[in-house]
């Protein structure tokens, strides 16, 4: 492998930077966008217990508040309507600042997409100039051989050279094939789990103004 990128040229560096950094995304977006990430075991039950209280009349802290925001991007959805409630906001205001908050949380779960995105469009272009690149130096190179001994090279150098200055498109195609499908993938998680927030935060929304939710 080694020897492969060698013989590719300098072109084909670019290339496996880019597929490190799209890696290290998949990975730590797989990782980030998981249910369980996204919604941490009793995170659900502790929200709507403390509606329960707030709905009853009882008092929540904002210690319990803070902790329940900073246990996940779906707490914080949680945590800013059951702050609106405590402080005795209107149902309009909490939407406000719900809204808000939840560009915020969209924000975090689509975050670093479109680097893989743009990894995935760039990695077959840079692969084609990679070889272009290469393909300018096999010509050059058999011009000077012409022009000084009076005669081209060998087709079998020639032949050598087009496959080494191909190395760099199927290796930019190698790159973003993956690349596409993990996007696409982790696009659908994203999408999946801002769903999943909308719903529940609903729910939650529901639990603390009913009388406001029952009127929309």
Sequence with gaps: MYSILLSAGWPIWPLLIISILGLAIVIERAWYLRQ?????????????????SLSNGKSVTDSEISSLQQSSPAGSLFACLLKEKSQGASANNAIEELQATAQSVWLKLDRYLGVLATIAT????????????GMIEIFGSQ???SNIGGAAGSPQQLAHGISVALYNTAFGLL???????AWRGLRAMANQRQRECEEFTRQLFKKLYPTDSSKS
């Design 175 to 181: 790159i973003a094939i993956p690349a596409l499908a």
């Design 122 to 133: 760039v990695a077959p272009l840079l692969g084609l100039f990679g070889t272009v690149v």
């Design 143 to 145: 011009g000077s051989i």
């Design 36 to 52: 369980i990430q996204v919604f941490p075991k009793n995170s659900l039950e502790s929200a709507f217990s403390l509606a329960n």
